[in-house]
């Protein structure tokens, strides 16, 4: 069983930053893309940025810019580096597994999530 740990969640004002880590578990990290969702309140789960096998990745429109999500092999991590920090941010950050190494379809993997507050 692959599980997932977030970290790095908290308040923050608009304009700041805050960088999301999420600890895997597991000898084959590397295969696997890795990617962020993001979940407001009241609001379905969405992709916000993925990570495939070999480090190509993909952001959500809102993102772009300001968001960036990066991997570290060795330490069976993923990060996202959330700068410019907006109000509408604001939600629950998963981090995720799929099953393969591209982002295709569903995660197979969810971590518990990570609470991202950004104050107007």
């Known amino acids: 069983q692959v599980q997932l740990v977030e970290s790095g969640g908290g308040l923050v004002q608009a304009g700041g930053s805050l960088r999301l880590s999420c600890a895997a578990s597991?000898?084959?990290?590397?295969?696997?893309?890795m990617g962020w969702f993001h979940q407001a309140p009241g609001k379905e789960r969405d992709v916000v940025a993925a990570?495939?096998?070999?480090?190509?990745?993909s952001y959500a429109d809102s993102v772009k810019g300001r968001f960036t999500i990066s991997r570290d092999n060795a330490k069976n991590t993923v990060s996202l580096q959330m700068n410019s920090l907006k109000p509408e941010d604001t939600g629950v950050y998963y981090c995720?597994?799929?099953?393969?190494?591209?982002?295709?379809?569903?995660?197979?993997?969810w971590g518990q999530g990570t609470q991202v507050t950004v104050s107007s």
């Open positions: 990570i495939n096998w070999s480090g190509s990745t």
């Open positions: 995720a597994r799929w099953s393969g190494p591209f982002y295709s379809g569903s995660p197979e993997y």
């Open positions: 597991g000898r084959t990290f590397s295969r696997y893309a």
